[in-house]
């Protein structure tokens, strides 16, 4: 059965980095385009970045441009997101999700999350 | 970017009650548009892609209609496991962007 497990999340910092990970299984990795979704404390659903099946595009929201970057190591069945300058505004829960093979598909598996906190 | 905007953001219905969620784009998105369930701790669950098509699992109490810029989501006999927030998302562009969420809540 598909199956995304994040980990990574934690206590950093202002200003520090992290890298979040989530290893994918049960599922051709290397054929679907892959998300990364936050939601911050009693707070709504944040789209944040995606990454075709095969690396070659990604997309973010406006709020991580420049700050969070997207990958995927396809020999590891793993989506990575890494950030960068994190504030205190990126302190949520963070979810990697399974998209479709093509770019509008919508996220039919998603997994059970990680939590950043952003605090000094 | 397009903005997503839910209503209402919340509502109190009773078991058996019919209920309708609705999401405005606030730019065209043809029939993008997909409708998560989300109960509290939890991740979301897919109920409702392309606007109307019923993710596999998925109660057929549930309805998604709507395309271009007005959508809605209809619950149509409301069970007690349906209680939970609802989020629409569009998909048309390759900046996605989640509504604001609706939780419905037990009168």
Not at chain 2, 31 to 38: R, T
Not at chain 2, 60 to 83: A, C, K, V, Y
Request: charged letters at 15%; hydrophobic letters at 35%; proline letters at 3%.
């Amino acid at each position: 059965q598909v199956q995304l497990v994040e980990s990574g999340g934690g206590v950093v910092q202002p200003g520090r980095s992290l890298r979040l990970s989530c290893a994918a299984s049960g599922f051709s990795f290397s054929t679907y385009t892959m998300h990364w979704v936050r939601q911050a404390p009693g707070k709504g659903l944040e789209w944040l970045a995606l990454i075709w099946y095969d690396g070659s595009k990604e997309y973010y929201a406006d709020s991580v441009k420049g700050r969070f970057t997207i990958s995927r190591d396809i020999s590891k069945n793993t989506l990575y997101l890494e950030m960068n300058s994190l504030r205190a505004e990126d302190t949520a829960v963070y979810f990697c999700a399974r998209g479709g093979t093509v770019t509008h598909s919508a996220l039919d598996y998603w997994g059970q999350g990680t939590l950043v906190t952003v605090s000094s | 970017d397009i903005q997503m905007t839910q209503s209402p953001s919340s509502l109190s219905a009773s078991v058996g009650d019919r209920v309708t969620v609705t999401c405005r784009a606030s730019q065209y998105i043809s029939f993008y548009l997909n409708w998560y369930q989300q109960k509290p701790g939890k991740a979301p669950k897919l109920l409702i892609y392309g606007a109307s098509s019923l993710q596999s699992g998925v109660p057929s109490r549930f309805s998604g209609s709507g395309s271009g810029t007005d959508f809605t989501l209809t619950i149509s006999s409301l069970q007690p496991e349906d209680f939970a927030t609802y989020h629409c998302q569009q998909t048309y562009f390759n900046v996605w962007t989640f509504g604001q969420g609706t939780r419905v809540e037990i009168k």
